[in-house]
């Protein structure tokens, strides 16, 4: 019963760490964008582009490491994610 209570616990203050971790990231990566004089449009592609592209290669990266096994099809969805990424900046700005 103590152990249950101990995950939730858990559970709830690594949800807030999460929280809070991700409310900076975003606050810091406007910040710096904005130093560098780039549209709220462009840093907010960044942002959305980054956090769809992570997950996927991270589990491409815990699978070389974990199972010694290369799964292509994820480093081609990223290459893939990269390539739309650019051409679609590039109909936005130029």
């Known amino acids: 019963m ?3 209570i101990g995950y939730i616990i858990l559970f709830v203050l690594s949800f807030y ?6 409310d900076y990231f975003i606050d810091e990566s ?14 907010g592609l960044t942002i959305v ?3 769809t592209s992570l997950p996927e290669m991270i589990t491409s990266l815990g699978s070389i490491m974990f199972y010694g ?3 292509p099809i994820l480093l081609l969805e990223l290459l893939w994610e990269v390539i739309l990424l650019i051409f679609y900046l590039h109909l936005v700005f130029f």
């Open 49 to 51: 582009s980054i956090g």
């Open 2 to 4: 103590f152990e249950l």
């Open 30 to 43: 406007a910040t710096i964008g904005k130093r560098f004089g780039m549209s709220k449009l462009m840093i």
């Open 17 to 22: 760490v999460i929280t809070k971790a991700a």
């Open 69 to 71: 096994q290369f799964m």
